[in-house]
């Protein structure tokens, strides 16, 4: 006689910026059904608190000076509990398919037969200029927006910049806040004026949002002004659009 073993499903949800109320119907849904719940490092207290009493709850991002787990403990961790039959949600900040490794984590499990489900989510661009009033397209000054990240390889900015040289393009740079410097200096390089609108957004999306403006030129000195949270840049005409509004409870600062 077969036993048949029943796996469970994992559902890769987006949470938004931070706040729930910047979570769709379906991911709170999601979170609020789990029995176990497996978030990163950008979620935040609020949506994790959705989760029900017996669900199961593991950070894997780093919190609290833990630190965080590796890609493949997380797959296998992932796998060991949709195999008890669990309904697993894999929790990220923003939207899984930005930057959120979903397509990684999909592939494993799928390789395996669990079924996998993405629900989106609100990403750090959307929410920054939705809370700074800037748009990420505007007619006749931004008609394509660029969702990159920045490192350097042996010192050097790594990949092709070749879009930043369009005037009308607005980039989305994640994870770019520690190469600033290096980043203005390739979108210079690349064809785009020292003087063009560029802002940062720490935290965006919740109230301890900050917004950091700048011009390429002055980026770097910028963001040194910024603290530890997680950081967004965004480049292009649209940002001289941007300015501190009464959600953020930040003071208006000057341009450049
Ligand atoms: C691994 S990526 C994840 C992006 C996420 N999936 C999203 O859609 O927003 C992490 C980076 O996203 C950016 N980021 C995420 N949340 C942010 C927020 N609330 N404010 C500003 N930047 C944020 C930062 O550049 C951070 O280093």
Same mark, same amino acid.
């Given at each position: 006689?077969? %036993?048949?073993?029943?796996?469970?499903?994992?559902?890769?949800?987006?949470? =938004?910026?931070?706040?729930? /109320?910047?979570?769709?119907?379906?991911?709170?849904?999601?979170?609020?059904?789990?029995?176990?719940?497996? +978030?990163?490092?950008? $979620?935040?207290? @609020?949506?994790?608190?959705?989760?029900?009493?017996? $669900?199961?709850?593991?950070? !894997?991002?780093?919190?609290?000076?833990?630190?965080?787990?590796?890609?493949?403990?997380?797959?296998?961790?992932?796998?060991?509990? *949709?195999?008890?039959?669990?309904?697993?949600?894999?929790?990220?900040?923003?939207?899984?398919?930005?930057?959120?490794?979903?397509?990684?984590?999909?592939?494993?499990?799928?390789?395996?037969?669990? @079924?996998?489900?993405? %629900?989106?989510?609100?990403?750090?661009? $959307? *929410? *920054?200029?939705?809370?700074?009033?800037?748009?990420?397209?505007?007619?006749?000054?931004?008609?394509?927006?660029?969702?990159?990240?920045?490192?350097?390889?042996? =010192?050097?900015?790594?990949?092709?910049?070749?879009?930043?040289?369009?005037?009308?393009? !607005?980039?989305?740079? +994640?994870?770019?806040?520690?190469?600033?410097? /290096?980043?203005?200096?390739?979108?210079?390089?690349?064809?785009?004026?020292?003087?063009?609108?560029?802002?940062?957004?720490?935290?965006?999306?919740?109230?301890?949002?900050?917004? +950091?403006?700048? !011009?390429?030129?002055?980026?770097?000195?910028?963001?040194? @002004?910024?603290?530890?949270?997680?950081?967004?840049?965004?480049? =292009?005409?649209? *940002?001289?659009?941007?300015?501190?509004?009464?959600?953020?409870?930040?003071?208006?600062?000057?341009?450049?």
């Amino acid at each position: 006689m077969s %036993v048949e073993i029943k796996l469970g499903k994992v559902l890769l949800v987006g949470a =938004g910026p931070g706040p729930v /109320d910047l979570m769709t119907v379906r991911a709170v849904r999601a979170v609020e059904s789990a029995q176990a719940l497996l +978030y990163d490092a950008l $979620c935040s207290e @609020e949506a994790i608190a959705l989760a029900p009493a017996g $669900c199961v709850r593991i950070q !894997t991002g780093k919190r609290a000076g833990k630190p965080s787990m590796k890609q493949d403990e997380i797959n296998r961790l992932m796998l060991r509990l *949709a195999r008890k039959g669990l309904k697993v949600v894999r929790l990220k900040g923003g939207d899984p398919s930005i930057f959120g490794r979903v397509g990684e984590e999909a592939a494993f499990l799928k390789g395996f037969g669990v @079924e996998t489900e993405v %629900v989106p989510g609100v990403t750090a661009a $959307c *929410a *920054a200029a939705a809370q700074f009033g800037f748009p990420l397209t505007h007619r006749g000054e931004a008609r394509r927006v660029v969702f990159t990240t920045a490192r350097l390889e042996a =010192g050097k900015l790594s990949g092709d910049w070749s879009a930043a040289a369009d005037p009308e393009a !607005t980039l989305a740079v +994640y994870m770019g806040g520690a190469v600033a410097g /290096d980043l203005a200096r390739g979108m210079i390089e690349a064809g785009r004026p020292a003087d063009t609108p560029a802002v940062a957004i720490e935290k965006a999306g919740g109230a301890e949002a900050r917004l +950091y403006p700048a !011009t390429l030129a002055t980026l770097a000195e910028r963001i040194a @002004e910024a603290g530890d949270g997680p950081l967004l840049i965004v480049v =292009g005409e649209v *940002a001289a659009f941007a300015t501190a509004n009464s959600m953020s409870q930040v003071e208006r600062r000057a341009f450049g």
